[in-house]
C-alpha cells in the first residue's frame, strides 16, 4: 500500500468513530439522562466494546461489523425515543453502544500492520477523529437533531468506500 491509502483509511475510520460517539452522547442527553454519568456510560461501553474488538480475528468481518454497528447505533436512537426518560432500558442502551464499538477495536487490529509504527496509525486516527467531533458538533448547531441521524451513516459509507477502493486496488496489484 502507498502512504496515503492507509492515512485516508485511518482518518476516515476516526472520522465514523467520532460521529457515532457525538451521537450516542447528544441522544442520551436529550433523552434520558443530562448527566455526566451519560458520558462516562457511553465512554465506558465504546472503551469495552473496542476492547473486545481487537480480539476478533476474522479478516473478513470489516462489512459485517460496520452494518453491527450501525444497525445498533440506529436501534439505538428508535429505542430512545419510544421510551424517553426510561431508565429500565439503560442495560439495552449500553449493549447497543458496546456492539457499535466492537469495529473500532476491530479496525486498529487490522489497520496495524499498513503502518510503520503504531503510533502513526493513532495520530491519524486521532486527526480523524478530532475532525469528527468538529464537524458533528458543527453540524448539529446548524442543523440540529437531522446531522445524529445523518452523520454516522454518511461517514460510514465514506470510510467503507476508501475499504472498498484500498482493497480492491490491493488484491489487483498482487
Not at 108 to 132: C, D, K, T, V
Amino acid at each position: 500500500m502507498r502512504p496515503l491509502k492507509p492515512v485516508l483509511l485511518s482518518s476516515t475510520a476516526g472520522l465514523f468513530f467520532a460521529t457515532c460517539q457525538v451521537g450516542y452522547f447528544i441522544q442520551l442527553e436529550f433523552y434520558l439522562s443530562a448527566t455526566v454519568v451519560s458520558f462516562y456510560a457511553t465512554l465506558g461501553m465504546w472503551l469495552l466494546g473496542g476492547l473486545v474488538g481487537l480480539l476478533i480475528r476474522n479478516d473478513s468481518a470489516t462489512l459485517a461489523l460496520m452494518a453491527t454497528g450501525l444497525s445498533a447505533y440506529y436501534a439505538f436512537g428508535w429505542v430512545l425515543r419510544q421510551h424517553p426518560y426510561d431508565l429500565r432500558f439503560l442495560p439495552l442502551y449500553l449493549s447497543l453502544i458496546f456492539a457499535s464499538a466492537l469495529y473500532s477495536g476491530y479496525f486498529f487490529r487490522h489497520a496495524r500492520p499498513q503502518f510503520a509504527r503504531a503510533q502513526s496509525l493513532f495520530f491519524h486516527e486521532n486527526n480523524g477523529f478530532l475532525l469528527g467531533y468538529v464537524v458533528a458538533v458543527l453540524e448539529l448547531l446548524l442543523h440540529g437533531q437531522v446531522s445524529v441521524q445523518v452523520l454516522p451513516a454518511t461517514t460510514a459509507v465514506g470510510h467503507l468506500l476508501v475499504w472498498a477502493l484500498i482493497t480492491t486496488r490491493t488484491h489487483q496489484e498482487k
